[in-house]
């Protein structure tokens, strides 16, 4: 069972660090189930996401496909993110996300 981790809200809270809008692109290939990684996302690694596209199929319990996720994060954060992935041999592809703000 996963359980959150309120050292990380804590730290979050205290220090306010500069924080960047991603658009982050995972490659789902069969070695970990869907919900599970936007669990651990959200929950370990307490990072708040939006889905923006998902394209899974599940073949015999295993999910395979695609989805892209827009995350707000700090640097520390999303590099505890893509230790995560690496780890666990998900290709990932992170683009970001300039919004134009018009007067």
Do not use: W
């Not at 998902?54 to 993110?81: K, M, P, R, T």
């Amino acid at each position: 069972m996963i359980t959150p981790n309120p050292g990380l809200q804590v730290l979050q809270n205290t220090i306010n660090l500069p924080k960047k809008e991603l658009l982050l692109e995972i490659e789902l290939n069969g070695k970990m189930k869907f919900e599970h990684l936007m669990n651990t996302i959200y929950n370990q690694l307490g990072i708040c996401h939006r889905v923006l596209s998902a394209n899974v199929e599940y073949v015999n319990g295993y999910s395979f496909g695609s989805v892209q996720l827009y995350i707000n994060v700090s640097s520390e954060d999303f590099q505890q993110l893509e230790i995560y992935l690496n780890k666990n041999k998900l290709m990932n592809t992170t683009v970001e996300y300039i919004c134009r703000k018009y007067f």
